[in-house]
């Protein structure tokens, strides 16, 4: 089965203290991305990766860092999470060869940093 | 600068009802890719349409519908007959292929009441 596949689903943890998400996917996909998810604001893109070793900022990078060293995974990593990381988050993953296609997305993150 | 706009935040129907949820997109590429999702009360998101900037024309699938207007830069959804089973927050999306960015609006949430 087609799928993006985040873990863990809930997360809390206290401020200053390492964590990383993780996301990984089976279809292959070049591009995937990670947003999160705040009332009003709707998903803003923090990091997206266009292949293995290649990544760009997004709109929201500030606090956050991410790796691609294989096609598959994604993982997102806090260095010191602060309370305003509080959130919802998604990974997803596309195929861009002939521009943006559909976005497949993981089930969510929902982080809570105190 | 690459934007979308959903100035609709919420919007409430009675069941059998037909409403249109606006969006309106910015970008200085000629070549860009806009998107609709659904998000429904259990949190996944999920793909409902992709048009790439060369095809104006309008889709219909069911009961839902697409307006893509480049005169006015909108791609705006419509619900016809809704149903509760359609009361979700709808994101509007954005790829381009200068910057590769994903770019959401804000969502509107959409009440479908029985």
């Known amino acids: 089965e087609a799928q993006v596949t985040q873990n863990p689903r809930y997360l809390i943890t206290v401020t200053g203290k390492k964590l990383t998400v993780t996301c990984s996917q089976n279809?292959?996909?070049?591009?995937m991305s990670w947003y999160r998810q705040d009332p009003g604001l709707g998903l803003r893109q923090i990091y997206y990766?266009?292949?293995?070793?290649?990544?760009d900022k997004g709109d929201v990078p500030e606090g956050y860092k991410v790796s691609r060293k294989e096609k598959r995974n994604f993982p997102l990593i806090l260095e010191s999470p602060s309370p305003n990381q509080t959130s919802l988050y998604f990974c997803?993953?596309?195929?861009?060869?002939?521009?943006?296609?559909?976005?497949?997305f993981g089930q969510g993150t929902r982080l809570t940093v105190v | 600068a690459q934007k979308v706009t959903q100035a609709q935040t919420e919007i409430s129907v009675v069941e059998k009802e037909d409403v249109t949820l606006d969006c309106v997109y910015e970008?200085?590429?000629?070549?860009?890719?806009l998107f609709w999702y659904k998000q429904p009360p259990s949190g996944e998101l999920v793909f409902l349409i992709r048009?790439?900037?060369?095809?104006?024309q309008n889709e219909i699938s069911g009961r839902y519908s697409w307006n893509f207007q480049k005169s006015t830069s909108s791609f705006n959804f419509t619900i016809t007959a809704s149903q509760v089973v359609d009361s979700a927050v709808y994101f509007c999306?954005?790829?381009?292929?200068?910057?590769?960015?994903?770019?959401f609006g804000t969502g509107t949430r959409l009440k479908v009441l029985a």
């Open positions: 970008t200085r590429d000629t070549t860009y890719y």
């Open positions: 999306a954005q790829g381009t292929s200068g910057t590769y960015k994903y770019i």
């Open positions: 990766s266009m292949n293995v070793e290649v990544t």
């Open positions: 279809m292959n996909h070049e591009y």
């Open positions: 997803a993953s596309s195929l861009i060869g002939r521009g943006h296609t559909e976005a497949f």
């Open positions: 048009r790439n900037s060369f095809d104006e």
